[in-house]
């Protein structure tokens, strides 16, 4: 099932409802889910490598403590906090700005023209010290196993 945006994310504790959780795709939710964001979010920084490398590691550290509760909902958070880590460090590697488009452009076939590529070797670097983190949590074999129990008991109907 796809992430669920209608539901009242300023007063769900997520924690005490982990059956209102939907995995999405992606990053979905990231900023939404609590408590879980406002325990990682303070963590998850990104401006140099050396930084990258202390933020990525404090939210595995979070990712592996959740898991050890058996708590999904706060590992699937963390899991995509270890990837916004990487595609916002990698979008910033790529673009100076952080924006992907052109402003106000739209091309005939109604798609976005897309900013030239200005690559920044330090974010690229940052990005990467994510990725392992990030592909670390999601193949995580404990992870996997709740995912797996979060879907059939809440997720399939």
Wanted: aromatic fraction near 14%; proline fraction near 3%; avoid cysteine.
């Amino acid at each position: 099932m796809s992430f669920d945006y209608s539901l009242d994310f300023h007063h769900i504790d997520f924690r005490q409802h982990p059956e209102l959780y939907r995995v999405g795709k992606g990053e979905q939710g990231v900023l939404l889910v609590e408590p879980y964001k406002s325990e990682i979010l303070p963590h998850w920084r990104f401006k140099t490598p050396d930084i990258a490398k202390q933020s990525s590691e404090k939210i595995y550290k979070i990712f592996l403590d959740y898991l050890e509760q058996d708590d999904f909902v706060g590992a699937d958070m963390a899991r995509k906090f270890l990837q916004m880590g990487y595609t916002r460090s990698r979008r910033y590697a790529n673009h100076k700005s952080g924006r992907k488009y052109k402003q106000n452009s739209q091309l005939a076939n109604s798609k976005k023209e897309i900013l030239a590529y200005d690559v920044d070797p330090v974010k690229a670097e940052s990005a990467a010290i994510f990725k392992v983190k990030w592909i670390e949590a999601k193949t995580n074999a404990k992870y996997l196993q709740l995912l797996a129990k979060h879907k059939q008991m809440y997720e399939i109907n």
